[in-house]
């Protein structure tokens, strides 16, 4: 049986209501992202709400919660004065694993090093009722995919890909941990009504397409933030032909156009899906309410009245893709990516080929590329590129070791690595580069940022199918098109690849001898965490004092310049060590930025001493003299990860406000969870008068209120002055978060 299925039932019985209660107010034809949405409001529908408007309070049916993000989420719950989560919650332990000698030795050492952090999350799960998936267990959102998504039902989770449980038909978002512990603590969870974007497959799959390759088309199509406030919505008949973990794929990279998230309706791989994983109760639930868990049939019969955008993609004459290199939209088919890389001067030499992380992991994944690689080995091929194997879950893992799976990677030199994040999140001590070397990877991964999988920021990565990477690895060259350009074996003959050939699930089931799930106790009350105070790992949190209604003579901290991500605010790899101690971490805030007054990173100009440093350094001198200080940046800053770490460290530092052309949405809604000021340009051009040495003035703060543009007084050292004005999309109890000086600040408030 399913865990948590009393909620799923309950869930089920609401949602017919539901929806039809709704249909009184919205009076059209429904999405199923609508139906999903308008089933889980927080009070009853009363109103028709307008897409990208309107906030509107939810009731999410569980959280997710990765361990690098997890350390903060629950250090900021036990200030909530409660003595149990409100809503279904797990902690998965994959982003502590460093990928480097292969599963069982890297497991070893990452008990060995963070054993006090997942000591930490273990036993404060025991005591809150929070469902517990230990080191080895697996990536959480294949893990969740695998034993919590269910269709019909909408979650949060503290990692931007949390979107992966869209392929089992939910509205699956990713949050910062300050929202998650809203909804722990059984608050309602806010959100801007999505728009919703439409994208009607038809078609089918052949060849060396695969659905990785869908959502690396829409990429190309929506860039890194075309869909920003929406939620992307796949129907058609190419749609029902997909595999569930297919589906979760493409719904899983949806976070890298911006997406809210993506979904798709319930159907029949849904229901096979669900069975092979054990779930044949929630398959049965599901049957009895079909309509409820897709769109009206008018939606997918006339997309373009109901969608405010539409794509359509035909899969039967869909390329393979390789996206890249530094950003995940930059989409070229295979067959092109030797002459775009000759023309930018793109290495052509791949050193490694990774296949696995969240988007590709499943056993379907793993049999695909295996069928390649088993044709390496019978056609007398040798690997060109070290080639790296993260499988999803340890239920995968066992399945495909028992079905001889993995053996067949491994008769290609492959290193098996921990069912754990490694190499997508920069956990990987790759010993084959030791500088900054200019190079190739490929990868199945999701992201592709400059230093994101090895902190090199010239390792060009490109993004695939598993496939696609298996072939390219084998190969060793970038601009290698398997469908169809030869190999030469090591008998010196040409031989070709064939197109891969996977099982969607295994027939003899799925297996598994331990899942790594600990269940917690029924009353953690007499469960004792503690928190050594000389830890460099944990921090227990103070709360933030509010910044006020009054900010003069500030001083610019940095006005960064282009691309500013989540990576670049607070980076990844060796930093996750300290995401349970803010002030630790906090020594790496916007150390990746690029300054726009001298194009470096990390090195700003302290107003107070004159002299260049570092940017954490020069904010904690201007901290020490009680001076606020302001950030400027460019479009979509904070794109990427949820991590709310990239709005905690500046607030921890003394930061004040942010203010930028645009911001991605979860960046933008944790830096008002935490209490600082998100603002926009109203002229986008503004951002060009804010010199090195301003002194800034908020002019009329005390006025702060929803819709009131803000007005900022920016004196430069020569003495004239600019006025501008600034936007927000705070409501009044974001408003109310600010003048408390955090949203955790006012929960512990109303709980006292």
């Known amino acids: 049986m399913a865990f948590d299925f009393n909620m799923i039932k309950e869930v089920y019985s609401n949602i017919v209501k539901n929806v039809e209660e709704a249909r009184k107010f919205v009076n059209k034809p429904l999405t199923l992202s609508e139906k999903i949405l308008y089933s889980h409001l927080w009070d009853p529908a009363s109103k028709s709400f307008e897409r990208g408007k309107d906030y509107v309070d939810f009731k999410p049916d569980r959280i997710a919660c990765q361990d690098a993000t997890a350390q903060m989420a629950l250090l900021q719950f036990m200030q909530a004065g409660k003595n149990k989560v409100a809503v279904p919650t797990t902690v998965h332990c994959d982003h502590l694993i460093q990928a480097k000698m292969g599963a069982k030795q890297d497991l070893i050492q990452a008990n060995k090093v963070s054993n006090e952090v997942f000591d930490f999350l273990k036993n404060v799960s025991n005591k809150y009722g929070i469902g517990f998936w230990k080191p080895g267990a697996g990536i959480i959102h294949q893990v969740v995919l695998e034993n919590y998504a269910f269709p019909g039902g909408m979650m949060i989770g503290t990692d931007s890909h949390t979107v992966n449980a869209g392929g089992l038909g939910m509205v699956a978002i990713g949050v910062g941990g300050a929202d998650a512990v809203d909804v722990m603590a059984g608050m309602p969870w806010e959100l801007k009504f999505p728009n919703i974007i439409g994208v009607k497959l038809t078609g089918e799959l052949n060849g060396w397409t695969s659905a990785k390759d869908v959502i690396l088309k829409v990429a190309g199509i929506l860039t890194v933030k075309g869909g920003t406030?929406?939620?992307?919505?796949?129907?058609?008949?190419?749609?029902?032909?997909?595999?569930?973990?297919?589906?979760?794929?493409?719904?899983?990279?949806?976070?890298?156009?911006?997406?809210?998230?993506?979904?798709?309706?319930?159907?029949?791989?849904?229901?096979?899906?669900?069975?092979?994983?054990?779930?044949?109760?929630?398959?049965?639930?599901?049957?009895?309410?079909?309509?409820?868990?897709?769109?009206?049939?008018?939606?997918?019969?006339?997309?373009?009245?109901?969608?405010?955008?539409?794509?359509?993609?035909?899969?039967?004459?869909?390329?393979?893709?390789?996206?890249?290199?530094?950003?995940?939209?930059?989409?070229?088919?295979?067959?092109?990516?030797?002459?775009?890389?000759?023309?930018?001067?793109?290495?052509?030499?791949?050193?490694?080929?990774?296949?696995?992380?969240?988007?590709?992991?499943?056993?379907?994944?793993?049999?695909?590329?295996?069928?390649?690689?088993?044709?390496?080995?019978?056609?007398?091929?040798?690997?060109?590129?070290?080639?790296?194997?993260?499988?999803?879950?340890?239920?995968?893992?066992?399945?495909?070791?028992?079905?001889?799976?993995?053996?067949?990677?491994?008769?290609?030199?492959?290193?098996?690595?921990?069912?754990?994040?490694?190499?997508?999140?920069?956990?990987?001590?790759?010993?084959?580069?030791?500088?900054?070397?200019?190079?190739?990877?490929?990868?199945?991964?999701?992201r592709n940022f400059s230093k994101r999988a090895d902190g090199n920021p010239n390792t060009h990565a490109f993004v695939g199918s598993p496939e696609i990477v298996a072939a390219i690895a084998i190969a060793g060259k970038l601009d290698f098109d398997p469908t169809k350009d030869k190999l030469i074996n090591e008998d010196g003959q040409e031989v070709m690849l064939d197109p891969p050939v996977g099982v969607e699930l295994p027939s003899d089931g799925f297996d598994c001898e331990d899942s790594g799930y600990i269940e917690p106790k029924e009353d953690g009350t007499d469960v004792i965490v503690n928190v050594n105070p000389k830890s460099d790992r944990l921090q227990l949190l103070d709360p933030f004092i509010p910044i006020g209604r009054e900010i003069k003579d500030a001083r610019l901290l940095i006005k960064a310049h282009g691309k500013c991500t989540t990576d670049h605010i607070s980076m990844a790899g060796p930093w996750l060590r300290y995401r349970g101690h803010l002030d630790n971490i906090s020594n790496n805030c916007l150390i990746g930025a690029v300054n726009s007054f001298n194009m470096k990173t990390n090195f700003v100009k302290n107003q107070l001493t004159g002299e260049y440093a570092g940017v954490p350094d020069t904010q904690r001198d201007y901290k020490a003299n009680n001076i606020k200080t302001v950030v400027v940046g460019d479009h979509n800053y904070g794109e990427g990860s949820s991590r709310e770490h990239a709005a905690m460290e500046p607030r921890h530092l003394g930061v004040c406000a942010v203010i930028v052309k645009s911001f991605a949405r979860i960046h933008e809604t944790n830096l008002k969870k935490q209490g600082l000021l998100a603002l926009t340009f109203d002229k986008e051009s503004d951002y060009d008068l804010f010199l090195e040495d301003d002194l800034i003035n908020f002019v009329n703060l005390h006025e702060f209120s929803p819709g009131n543009q803000i007005k900022l007084e920016l004196k430069h050292s020569g003495g004239s002055k600019d006025v501008i004005k600034l936007n927000h999309s705070y409501n009044q109890s974001q408003i109310d978060w600010y003048d408390e000086g955090s949203a955790l600040n006012l929960i512990k408030k109303e709980n006292l």
């Open 229 to 446: 406030g929406c939620i992307i919505e796949y129907f058609g008949p190419g749609a029902k032909a997909l595999s569930c973990t297919g589906k979760g794929t493409i719904c899983n990279m949806g976070a890298e156009v911006g997406a809210t998230t993506s979904t798709f309706g319930y159907d029949e791989s849904m229901e096979r899906y669900l069975k092979a994983t054990g779930r044949e109760d929630v398959a049965a639930e599901a049957n009895k309410i079909k309509d409820y868990l897709t769109a009206d049939k008018e939606v997918y019969d006339s997309p373009e009245k109901y969608f405010d955008q539409v794509i359509e993609i035909n899969l039967s004459e869909l390329k393979p893709h390789l996206n890249g290199p530094f950003t995940p939209d930059l989409a070229t088919p295979v067959s092109e990516i030797g002459k775009k890389a000759k023309e930018n001067d793109w290495p052509l030499k791949v050193d490694w080929g990774l296949i696995g992380s969240c988007t590709n992991s499943s056993y379907e994944d793993l049999t695909r590329a295996a069928s390649i690689a088993k044709q390496a080995v019978d056609k007398n091929l040798i690997t060109k590129s070290d080639f790296g194997i993260n499988p999803g879950s340890e239920q995968v893992r066992y399945t495909a070791e028992r079905d001889g799976i993995l053996k067949i990677f491994e008769d290609l030199n492959a290193t098996i690595f921990t069912n754990a994040c490694g190499p997508c999140i920069g956990q990987w001590d790759r010993s084959d580069l030791k500088g900054q070397e200019k190079n190739t990877i490929v990868h199945s991964f999701n």
